[in-house]
């Protein structure tokens, strides 16, 4: 441990032979390290050439610059890693309080005791040690905050982009992650001329931990499905691979679908995921049926049912997370499915220039995420808002 640097500030020229007297064992176990000026110019000339100097040990009686005005331009250094303390006359009392108000640490008196000055030096500098832990802490959390921001960019920049001059079909997402990065994710995929994969999905947990077991996920379902898997056997491979490397009882919930256009067919397989809103071109919804599914990442060998459905022109499949219908407002009160749903037939299958926009899935998610913002008012976001909506063209 490196040694306390202390500045001794005073005029008397005896006084640097009786301190490194008083204090030859602390100086020799390498404890103390004692600096010396005679006033406060020489004071502040000697903080420059030692930077690192903790504690000033100052008088207040000296010429050229007193221990006062050292004490206000000490002050103006703003450096909470620097401690002043005043020695003074017993009965000067007057300088001392104006001393203490200018920001002196503590104080002795003359004649020093010097028994009673290595007090105070132990007690100031356990104070600096306050102080450097603090100081220490914050500066890790502003490393940990900054390493966030970016794996927050990281994750945004992963999200795919609108697949261009598809035609048949048109796809858009949105995530609005309740921290710094989520563990909420969608993806899309062309898997032949004929065929496009899509996924929604939300990981158990928060933080880290959860953007992890969310990248991993992600990535398994998408190189899975690009090899042009059914979605029972994608999932099920997927769900072999997490739950062979998962950790800490980790899974995620997931809806993966894929739309054949040779057959105007959506198959689907829910592995535990909320169920999506299919809003169909003549002006009804349904709710998606679920297929009675896990979650993935609990059980290895679980084999995954999946459904089909017709999914026809003009047909739009709205997904979701529990973000949207888990959101809660200042009076506690849920937003729950039914406002979803109750959104989505009067803003979105009652408004033509919505349902035949050119972005009509983009349209969608900026509706949705804009009523549960409205809902939410001021209170505080607590998961992850994710929406994904697919369009048949």
Same mark, same amino acid.
């Given at each position: 441990m490196a040694a306390e640097k202390i500045l001794v500030v005073d005029d008397e020229t005896d006084l640097q032979y009786v301190i490194n007297q008083k204090f030859r064992r602390q100086i020799r176990n390498g404890q103390y390290e004692f600096h010396f000026a005679f006033n406060g110019l020489e004071a502040l000339a000697k903080l420059i050439e030692v930077p690192d100097i903790g504690i000033i040990l100052s008088d207040i009686n000296m010429p050229e610059m007193d221990g006062l005005t050292l004490l206000s331009k000490v002050r103006e250094l703003k450096n909470p890693l620097l401690k002043t303390v005043i020695c003074?006359?017993?009965?000067?009392? +007057?300088? &001392?309080?104006?001393?203490?108000?200018? +920001?002196?640490?503590?104080?002795?008196?003359?004649?020093?005791?010097?028994?009673?000055?290595?007090?105070?030096?132990? =007690?100031?500098?356990?104070?600096l040690n306050v102080v450097r832990e603090g100081l220490a802490y914050h500066d890790k959390l502003?490393?940990?905050? !900054?390493?966030?921001?970016?794996?927050?960019?990281?994750?945004?920049?992963?999200?795919? =982009?609108?697949?261009?001059?598809? +035609?048949?079909?048109? &796809?858009?997402?949105?995530?609005?992650?309740?921290?710094?990065?989520?563990?909420? %994710?969608?993806?899309?995929?062309?898997?032949?001329? !004929?065929?496009?994969?899509?996924?929604?999905?939300?990981?158990?947990?928060? +933080?880290?931990?959860?953007? &992890? %077991?969310?990248?991993?996920?992600?990535?398994? &379902?998408?190189?899975?499905?690009?090899?042009?898997?059914?979605?029972?056997?994608?999932?099920?491979?997927?769900? !072999?691979?997490?739950?062979?490397?998962?950790?800490?009882?980790? %899974?995620?919930?997931?809806?993966?679908?894929?739309?054949?256009k040779e057959t105007d067919t959506l198959h689907?397989?829910?592995?535990? !995921?909320?169920?999506?809103?299919?809003?169909h071109h003549d002006g009804t919804s349904e709710v998606l049926p679920l297929t009675n599914n896990i979650v993935l990442g609990v059980y290895d060998g679980y084999s995954f049912k999946s459904q089909s459905m017709p999914y026809l022109k003009d047909d739009m499949l709205v997904m979701y997370t529990d973000g949207v219908t888990e959101a809660f407002n200042k009076q506690q009160e849920e937003y729950g499915f039914d406002t979803l749903h109750s959104l989505l037939r009067e803003q979105v299958l009652g408004n033509k220039e919505i349902m035949n926009a050119g972005d009509a899935p983009g349209h969608v998610c900026r509706i949705i995420a804009g009523d549960v913002a409205r809902f939410a008012g001021e209170e505080e976001q607590s998961d992850d808002i994710t929406i994904l909506v697919v369009k048949r063209n």
């Open positions: 003074s006359a017993y009965g000067d009392m +007057g300088n &001392i309080r104006t001393a203490m108000n200018r +920001g002196a640490f503590d104080f002795v008196t003359k004649p020093v005791d010097f028994n009673d000055l290595e007090i105070t030096l132990e =007690k100031t500098i356990g104070e502003l490393s940990i905050e !900054h390493d966030l921001m970016v794996a927050r960019e990281i994750q945004r920049a992963i999200m795919p =982009k609108r697949i261009p001059d598809l +035609g048949w079909a048109d &796809i858009n997402g949105s995530m609005e992650a309740a921290r710094q990065i989520g563990g909420d %994710f969608y993806d899309y995929f062309l898997i032949d001329g !004929h065929r496009m994969g899509f996924v929604i999905g939300d990981v158990s947990g928060k +933080g880290i931990p959860a953007a &992890i %077991f969310m990248a991993v996920s992600r990535t398994l &379902i998408r190189a899975t499905g690009l090899k042009g898997m059914s979605p029972t056997d994608c999932m099920n491979y997927v769900n !072999h691979l997490l739950c062979t490397e998962s950790v800490n009882s980790m %899974f995620v919930t997931v809806f993966y679908g894929m739309i054949d689907y397989v829910n592995a535990g !995921h909320n169920p999506p809103i299919l809003l």
